[in-house]
Nanobody, 123 residues
Framework: QVQLVESGGGLVQAGGSLRLSCALSGHIDSINVMGWYRQVPGKQRELVAELTRGGAANYVDSVKGRFTIPRDNAKNTIYLQMNSLKPEDAGVYYC?????????????????WGQGTQVTVSS
């Protein structure tokens, strides 16, 4: 059973920082991608940052230069370091892991999501 457990959300003033954590547990042979998504009421969940197996990091333009996505491979954990937070960064942040697998005898991938953690930024 693969599980993602997130932590670290909360309330912060604009200009402040928060660090989210996402720990992946279970039977894991490898991880294709891990990333962070954000959802606000009335909108679709959107990608904020992701980290590939090779270590490449991708960020949505609105967070470039302010957010980073470090990882601890030994703990199968990624983080989202959020600096210089803005009110528009607020939302529920979800961690996602894409793992390789097999489906009907063919290589496939499986998506796993965390439960979400609320980030609130006051102006």
């Amino acid at each position: 059973q693969v599980q993602l457990v997130e932590s670290g959300g909360g309330l912060v003033q604009a200009g402040g920082s928060l660090r989210l954590s996402c720990a992946l547990s279970g039977h894991i042979d490898s991880i294709n991608v891990m990333g962070w998504y954000r959802q606000v009421p009335g909108k679709q969940r959107e990608l904020v940052a992701e980290l590939t197996r090779g270590g490449a990091a991708n960020y949505v333009d609105s967070v470039k230069g302010r957010f980073t996505i470090p990882r601890d491979n030994a703990k199968n954990t990624i983080y989202l370091q959020m600096n210089s937070l803005k009110p528009e960064d607020a939302g529920v942040y979800y961690c996602k892991a894409v793992l390789p697998g097999w489906l009907n005898g063919k290589p496939s991938t499986y998506d796993f999501w965390g439960q979400g953690t609320q980030v609130t930024v006051s102006s």
